[in-house]
Each structure stands twice: as C-alpha cells, then as structure tokens.
Nanobody, 128 residues
Framework: QVQLVESGGGSVQAGGSLRLSCTAS????????MGWFRQAPGKEREFVAAISWNGDSTYYLDSLKDRFTITRDNAKNMVYMEMNSLTAEDTAVYYC?????????????????????WGQGTQVTVSS
C-alpha cells in the first residue's frame, strides 16, 4: 500500500509556472506507474500525464505535452509535474495517483479507474 501527498499548488498569473510534487510512502514506490490527473469545477477528472516505473517513458494529454513535464525520483519516492505557460484553463485540483498496472500503455494509464491509490489533491488557480 502507498500513501500519496501532493504539494506545490497555489495561485499564479497566466503565463507563470508551478511545480507540483507528490510524496509517496512505502518502500515499493518504483513498482508503481505514477500519474497526474486534474479536476476543474463542474468537470470530470481528466488525465494529465503518466510516467513509467523507472521514468523512461511518459504519456501526456496531447494538449499539454508542450507545457507540462512529469518526472520521478525513485530514490526519494517523489513524482513531479512541471507546469509552464499556465492559463486560466489549467485551474483545477491536481491529483497524484499510483497504479499497479503491469502495462504502461496509453489506453491503460490515461484511465483513472486503473489507479489504485490517490492523493488528496492540490489546488492550482491561474488568474488571467
């Protein structure tokens, strides 16, 4: 089992940047595919990005891949999301999630139902 705690959210002006962090408990962090999702008010939870067990593969929501970067540090049990050129449309609660899936393929890792553990979320607010 793993517990996830996000941090790094906040308020930023359009065009600014934020770096989200997710700290995972436990000694088996490297066994999990890690993902970031977000949920804006009145909208469904949306896939943002995912990273493979050793960090050598990533997937992104196509519309975000030029501005967002997901990374992980297995030695520190951390996963990060660097977000640049933020717009008001990026305003949402951002969630870190861990999946025990054996398959790192887009159709799996972009599905919130394939994730077993979730953090409590961190609010990102972008003002225009």
């Amino acid at each position: 089992q793993v517990q996830l705690v996000e941090s790094g959210g906040g308020s930023v002006q359009a065009g600014g940047s934020l770096r989200l962090s997710c700290t995972a408990s436990g000694r088996t962090f490297s066994r999990y595919v890690m993902g970031w999702f977000r949920q804006a008010p009145g909208k469904e939870r949306e896939f943002v990005a995912a990273i493979s067990w050793n960090g050598d593969s990533t997937y992104y929501l196509d519309s975000l891949k030029d501005r967002f970067t997901i990374t992980r540090d297995n030695a520190k049990n951390m996963v990060y999301m660097e977000m640049n050129s933020l717009t008001a449309e990026d305003t949402a609660v951002y969630y870190c999630a861990a999946s025990t899936t054996p398959a790192f393929i887009r159709i799996v890792v972009n599905n919130a139902n394939k994730y077993d553990y979730w953090g409590q979320g961190t609010q990102v607010t972008v003002s225009s």
